[in-house]
């Protein structure tokens, strides 16, 4: 009976982090890009000796927790500077300034531009690129900070900055009024996509797990199987909160299961301590 209470306990402290993992996924179903998780869990045996083959097991314990990475689906907002990747990949970003020796990874294209003419997330991390002001390279040179001359500084050459398709950034000429392409946000994959470190803010950090990206250097949208960027849309979270619903109703069930378990063996304990009486 003492073996049916810690079976019970188990029990309890796995669907305790479940609901937890449940709340955070249903909490951030509005959140740009985020990618719900789900508890695996492992079920314990106890230690056996002879050859009865009799092993009523000792309860649960958690293996870890999963991201769903699939996509969420992408949603026009009208906002110019908004990106999203429809297929494969990651935005890279630099932390600590344009000099900054730290780089993340996200799928939250929620972009804009500061004051000082950096395209960065809400984080001011600094979005990677390629400068195509002379034309698209042939292959992707190192990218580096995206960085626009913003019309109140002096000597800046263009104006009416847009964001289009394919991450890549226009302008106007000031001197000939033409139209022209000046940089193209790069993308990233990874060997291992559920090896990455998950950071706060919508950030994911390069691990051992994950592995080095598949190119050093980056790609392009659409080349080299990384999925296409799309302005002025935004990728949803891709949590479905009926699902969550549903198993935050089995995981309550489950909970009141565990606690009845450990109920039932406290009053055949006492019982059986009455009897010796």
Not at 71 to 90: K, V
Not at 114 to 128: E, S
């Amino acid at each position: 009976m003492i073996g049916s209470l810690f079976t019970a306990i188990s029990g309890l402290g796995i669907q305790k982090d479940t609901m937890t993992v449940i709340g955070d996924n249903i909490a951030n179903v509005t959140t740009t890009a985020f990618k719900g998780s789900t508890v695996q869990f492992a079920n314990l045996l106890n230690e056996t000796t002879g050859g009865s083959g009799f092993n009523p097991g000792a309860g649960v314990a958690p293996a870890g927790i999963t991201e769903q990475l699939a996509q969420g689906s992408l949603e026009p907002t009208g906002n110019p500077t908004d990106l999203a990747i429809s297929g494969q990949g990651f935005f890279q970003v630099r932390e600590g300034g344009p000099t900054g020796i730290e780089l993340f990874y996200t799928r939250a294209g929620n972009f804009v531009f500061d004051g000082n003419g950096y395209f960065v997330n809400p984080g001011d991390q600094i979005v990677q690129g390629y400068d195509i002001t002379g034309g698209f390279p042939a292959s992707p040179p190192a990218a580096a900070p995206v960085n626009i001359q913003v019309d109140v500084t002096a000597g800046a050459t263009h104006r009416d900055y847009a964001m289009e398709n394919d991450g890549i950034i226009t302008g106007i000429n000031k001197a000939s009024g033409a139209k022209e392409n000046l940089w193209q946000v790069s993308l990233y994959n990874f060997p291992n996509l559920l090896g990455l470190t998950k950071k706060g803010g919508n950030l994911y950090a390069q691990s051992n797990d994950s592995g080095a990206p598949l190119s050093a250097t980056g790609g392009v949208s659409g080349v080299s199987g990384l999925g296409k960027v799309i302005a002025q849309n935004l990728e949803m979270s891709n949590v479905d909160i009926a699902s969550e619903f549903s198993k935050m109703i089995v995981t309550q069930k489950a909970f009141q299961a565990n606690a009845k378990v450990i109920t039932t063996s406290d009053e055949i304990l006492t019982s059986l301590i009455g009897m010796k009486r």
